[in-house]
């Protein structure tokens, strides 16, 4: 089920599968979301919970026993329970339970807080450990946006005020991460959307972006100022490889996947961790233009 809210710019829409952010609507209509096409991504904006990417061989460890968990984890797939709704704002919340455990041996709460301002849409997903053991999680967002018009996808460019050079973690193995990062220099402070790099390597994965950037093309009319919080370090960007689907995928993350080698085990591998009755809130801001 969707619900939407509204503020005198914009409509947006959140399906409680997954918490996930369908559609972003101007008052002229311009929709800022990719709306999925099952030709190349059929999804808009999942959230990854409790990994980003994929973890070797879709297996797992934890307290000496296996588990079995699918790529991005299963929050995307989950029903959220409404707990709070107005015109502008809309609260949602995942709970573990029976079918979580199965894959998941931990007990969580994951609240998703939605609240709209005018042309800003500022989200806060916040993890809670309820349970009497640490919790091991990640935790990231893969929204896609629209690119407009049918000028070249070359065009459009991300901007990273100061900075001159970012870290990135090629991947290896298939879709894992090499551990050492390489000096990436960027042009003017800015990364153009370079669909042969882009598809050659899958996903950029980038570390040292700051905490902001923003999308915009000389050919289009509209652009996306996106922000988010300090403890998401990890800035990923991908798309289908195909210059037909006019969308890019930015996706800040909390972690990412390991080297595809080492056995999964979620006592030792790096991961954020809460003890018992902590939380921690992770954010992110839309200023749709």
Known sequence: MTYEIKSKNLTVTVNDKGAELFSVKGTDGHEYIWQGDERYWQDRSPVLF???GRILDNKYTAGGKEYSMKSHGFAKKSVFDVIEKSDSALKMRLTSNEITRAEYPFDFELTADFKLDGNTLKVDFTVKNTGDKVLPYMLGW??????EGDGAIGNFKLDFEGKDTL???PLQNGPFVRPEGECYELKNQSYTLNEEEIYAND????VGTGDKTRLSSPDAKHSVEFAWSKNLPYFCVWKDDHSEARFICLEPWSGVPADGVTPENFDTRKMSRLSKGEKETYSYVLKFF
Do not use: D, R
């Open 167 to 169: 870290t990135w973690h």
């Open 142 to 147: 893969h929204p896609g946006f629209t690119l």
């Open 50 to 52: 409790p990994v980003c």
């Open 203 to 206: 996903t950029m994965i980038f």
